[in-house]
């Protein structure tokens, strides 16, 4: 294989291409895993890994992510923009997104047929989606632990026109065929979902990998995190997967546009309500209450929607509040620093 074919099989493609300087002498690599203190990547010449040194951290560094290093993989260069990429409000106040996996064609959300099935969940989980541009498609696992999936699948597919859902036994091969038509060779997908789900067991259906499993606890079905770390699978059919670690809760932010994608019914609704700044709580000509009231949508609905606004509302102004807050340090670091010269100077 030639080098280009090689860098597709990876999932290079024009994207990137187009951000090179015509005599770049530098070597393209994709990260297939990223740790504490260095990241695994894949380039033309094979497996290698990265220390992290303070400047490349500073790329907000993910998986699935386009780096240019030097000719010896030893260095990162330049962080590629990625045609997708997942992000989440990072856990404690500082109000920082983490990237979560970039790059990605196709998103997994994995649930299973149990208690873990959960709407408000897969709603949020779409909306994340959409954000990124990534194609979803809803898989219920665990097919096995009930007598007919239908219910499953139809509440799955009742959150958006047009959304694909498939229902298996994550641990039979021919049951996750279905799968295998998005893991052609280039394709990356993902999978996102909490803990528990199987998406370990879809991995090694997939991969026939032997990553470590563990089984969900008999008294609530709820699993434990097999996951630590986020990485790139190598896929039979040539493709890529990428596991992310289960987060029970991802934090929205900046995510508006997305919202009114996954609640096109609460949206289109809203823009026919009398006042365009409408709460829909108890304001006249409210075409979403009577929606509700004529029995055309469910109020359940309403309510999920308006607490995923409210929670991406509330992180993008912690967001915004904290990069006005670095800004505003930053410009006093310079006047300190300014004046600072200034004394030394005059001495």
């Given at each position: 294989?030639?080098?280009?074919e090689?860098?597709?099989?990876?999932?290079?493609?024009g994207?990137?291409?187009s951000?090179?300087?015509?005599?770049?002498?530098?070597?393209?690599?994709?990260?297939?895993n990223?740790?504490?203190?260095?990241i695994d990547?894949?380039?033309?010449?094979?497996?290698?890994?990265?220390d992290?040194?303070?400047?490349?951290?500073?790329?907000?560094?993910?998986?699935?992510d386009?780096?240019?290093t030097?000719?010896?993989?030893?260095?990162v260069?330049?962080?590629?923009?990625?045609?997708?990429?997942?992000?989440?409000?990072?856990?404690?106040?500082?109000?920082?997104?983490?990237?979560?996996a970039s790059?990605?064609?196709t998103?997994?959300?994995?649930?299973?047929a149990?208690?873990?099935?959960?709407?408000?969940?897969?709603?949020r989980?779409?909306?994340i989606?959409?954000?990124?541009?990534?194609?979803?498609?809803?898989?219920?696992t665990k097919?096995d632990?009930?007598?007919?999936?239908?219910?499953?699948?139809a509440?799955?597919?009742?959150?958006?026109?047009?959304?694909?859902v498939?229902a298996?036994?994550?641990r039979?091969?021919?049951?996750?065929?279905?799968?295998r038509?998005?893991?052609s060779?280039?394709q990356?997908?993902?999978?996102?979902?909490?803990?528990?789900?199987?998406?370990?067991?879809?991995i090694?259906?997939?991969?026939?990998?032997?990553?470590?499993?563990?089984?969900?606890?008999e008294?609530d079905?709820?699993?434990?995190?097999?996951?630590?770390s986020?990485s790139?699978?190598?896929?039979?059919?040539?493709?890529?997967?990428?596991?992310?670690?289960?987060?029970?809760e991802?934090?929205?932010v900046?995510?508006?546009?997305?919202l009114?994608?996954?609640?096109?019914?609460?949206a289109?609704?809203?823009e026919?309500?009398?006042?365009?700044?409408?709460?829909?709580?108890?304001?006249?000509?409210?075409?979403?209450?009577?929606?509700?009231?004529?029995?055309?949508?469910?109020?359940?609905r309403?309510?999920?929607?308006?607490?995923?606004?409210?929670?991406?509302r509330?992180?993008?102004?912690?967001?915004?509040?904290r990069?006005?807050?670095?800004k505003?340090?930053?410009?006093?670091?310079k006047?300190?620093?300014s004046?600072k010269r200034?004394?030394k100077?005059?001495?």
């Amino acid at each position: 294989m030639t080098t280009l074919e090689i860098l597709q099989s990876l999932g290079w493609r024009g994207h990137f291409e187009s951000q090179l300087d015509a005599d770049y002498d530098l070597t393209p690599v994709r990260v297939t895993n990223v740790h504490r203190d260095r990241i695994d990547v894949l380039s033309p010449d094979g497996a290698a890994s990265v220390d992290l040194s303070a400047t490349s951290a500073a790329f907000g560094i993910t998986v699935g992510d386009w780096l240019l290093t030097d000719a010896d993989v030893q260095a990162v260069q330049v962080r590629l923009e990625p045609f997708t990429l997942f992000k989440r409000r990072a856990a404690g106040t500082e109000g920082r997104v983490q990237n979560i996996a970039s790059n990605v064609d196709t998103l997994f959300i994995v649930t299973s047929a149990n208690r873990d099935f959960n709407v408000a969940r897969l709603e949020r989980y779409l909306a994340i989606a959409h954000d990124a541009g990534v194609f979803p498609l809803i898989v219920v696992t665990k097919a096995d632990l009930v007598d007919d999936t239908d219910e499953y699948i139809a509440a799955a597919r009742g959150l958006s026109p047009g959304l694909l859902v498939e229902a298996l036994d994550a641990r039979q091969d021919e049951q996750v065929d279905v799968l295998r038509g998005w893991c052609s060779p280039g394709q990356t997908v993902a999978l996102l979902g909490s803990s528990g789900v199987g998406k370990s067991t879809i991995i090694n259906t997939l991969t026939q990998a032997g990553q470590q499993t563990i089984a969900a606890r008999e008294d609530d079905q709820r699993g434990r995190h097999t996951t630590t770390s986020r990485s790139m699978h190598k896929l039979a059919d040539g493709g890529w997967l990428i596991d992310t670690p289960g987060m029970r809760e991802l934090q929205l932010v900046d995510i508006g546009d997305a919202l009114n994608d996954v609640f096109a019914d609460v949206a289109s609704l809203a823009e026919q309500c009398r006042f365009t700044d409408c709460s829909h709580e108890s304001e006249p000509g409210c075409a979403v209450l009577q929606a509700i009231d004529d029995g055309h949508l469910d109020a359940d609905r309403l309510r999920r929607f308006r607490k995923l606004q409210s929670e991406d509302r509330r992180n993008t102004e912690s967001l915004a509040e904290r990069r006005s807050r670095d800004k505003s340090l930053g410009k006093f670091y310079k006047s300190v620093l300014s004046g600072k010269r200034k004394e030394k100077g005059g001495g």
